[in-house]
Each structure stands twice: as structure tokens, then as C-alpha cells.
């Protein structure tokens, strides 16, 4: 079967920096999401990745490894508003999107 | 530009009754997704359409029916709420399938819950 695993909650420091680390066993891959959603919110889109390697965009990174079925989204210099749940989802090789359960953060001052 | 609209936010019905979740965007996206989202769980396609007057099967379709009449709007059904079927349901759209990123935007979110 198919499936995504990221940890259930983490919580981290204002200021700080947390890797929120997802693996996935899927059928076929054709590119892996990360979405953050506030509590009682709709999910938004920060990254994807098709490709091994790091992409940037301003404090948050995500990385991939395709031959470890592997990602992490990386938020540097936390701030109380990145306090959401953070979705990695991966899209398998009929283009459907195949959903973790989330990873709960909890920013503390 | 609104985005993707759902109606209602809310719902409170008892078992057995037909509802009707509404959904439309403006962003003349191709592609439109019902999810329900559960405690625990990630996200759960229910049905989905790749284009005005097509509709699939997600993973977890069954009680539910979708119609795609045209390319702004598409509601999901219950034909006969039961308990089980209490979730926060999202509706989203995509301007395509594997033709690019394949981002998705969501809908504020239904709360439906099954007396």
C-alpha cells in the first residue's frame, strides 16, 4: 500500500530552526508537497519538489531524496505565526495526490 | 478574486437527510477535488474532476456523489447522512494534472456533523 509518514507533533522555540522530516512508500512519484495549515484553516501551499536536492524560498527549505523516499521541510528563525500543522503529500504515478497526517507544530516563546 | 467558495461553513443535520455541499472557484481552474479531512488522518479524496462534465473516484467515495456541470462549480452530495460521515470537508481546485505543479488551493472548509 501506499503511504506518507511524518511525525505527529513537534515543538520547537522562537527563534530557533525545525526540520520536520517526511517518508514516503508510494506508487510511482511525481512530486512531493508541502502544505502548512493553521488550526481551522484551509491547507496553502509552500513547496514542491520533483527533484533530488534543497529549494529555497526565503525561511523555509524543503529537501528531497527520491532513493530514500525522503523529505524535509526546514523553517528557520521561527516565528509564533509558523505555530500550524505542516502536510507532506506525494504525488503518485497517476497524478493523485497521496496525503501524510500531518505534523502539529508548536511554536513556545 | 474569491478563490475557491464553500457553503455552507456549518452544518448540523440528522442521520438519514440529503445534503448538499457547495463549491465554486473563479480561477477557471480544469481540475476540482473533494477532500474530507479527520482527526489523525490526512486528507482523503472522496471524488474528484479533471474537466467540466467528468468526474472519478478517490479513495473514499462511497456515500457520496459529485457532479460537474460546468467549470466554475462542484457540489458533493450525501444522500443519506450517517454519523460516520461527520468531518471537515474542503473542496479545492488545480489548473491541471501532471502538466504542472499540480498546486492546489482549497476552500475555507465545511463542518459537517451527523446526529
Known amino acids: 500500500g501506499q503511504n506518507i509518514d511524518q511525525p505527529t507533533e513537534m515543538t520547537a522555540t522562537e527563534g530557533a530552526i525545525v526540520q520536520i522530516n517526511c517518508t514516503y512508500q508510494t506508487s510511482g512519484f511525481n512530486g512531493l508537497f508541502w502544505y502548512q495549515q493553521h488550526a481551522g484553516e484551509a491547507p496553502t501551499f509552500l513547496s514542491y519538489n520533483v527533484l533530488d536536492g534543497l529549494e529555497e524560498k526565503g525561511r523555509f527549505s524543503s529537501f528531497l531524496s527520491r532513493s530514500k523516499g525522503y523529505s524535509y521541510l526546514l523553517l528557520k528563525e521561527l516565528q509564533m505565526k509558523d505555530s500550524a500543522s505542516y502536510l507532506c503529500a506525494v504525488m503518485d504515478s497517476n497524478y493523485q495526490l497521496i496525503w501524510g497526517a500531518g505534523t502539529k507544530l508548536i511554536i513556545k516563546p | 478574486i474569491a478563490g475557491i467558495t464553500q457553503a455552507p461553513t456549518s452544518q448540523i443535520l440528522a442521520a438519514g437527510r440529503r445534503m448538499t455541499l457547495r463549491c465554486t472557484q473563479d480561477?477557471?481552474?480544469?481540475?476540482m477535488y473533494w477532500y474530507r479531512q479527520d482527526l489523525g488522518l490526512g486528507l482523503r479524496l472522496i471524488h474528484y474532476?479533471?474537466?467540466?462534465?467528468?468526474?472519478g473516484k478517490g479513495e473514499v467515495p462511497d456515500g457520496y456523489s459529485v457532479s460537474r456541470a460546468n467549470t466554475d462549480d462542484f457540489p458533493l452530495t450525501l444522500a443519506s447522512a450517517v454519523p460516520s460521515q461527520t468531518s471537515v470537508y474542503f473542496c479545492?481546485?488545480?489548473?491541471?494534472?501532471?502538466?504542472?505543479?499540480?498546486?492546489?488551493?482549497f476552500g475555507e472548509g465545511s463542518r459537517l456533523t451527523v446526529l
Open positions: 480561477m477557471r481552474h480544469n481540475a
Open positions: 479545492a481546485s488545480s489548473a491541471g494534472t501532471g502538466y504542472d505543479t499540480g498546486e492546489l488551493f
Open positions: 474532476s479533471n474537466t467540466a462534465g467528468t468526474t
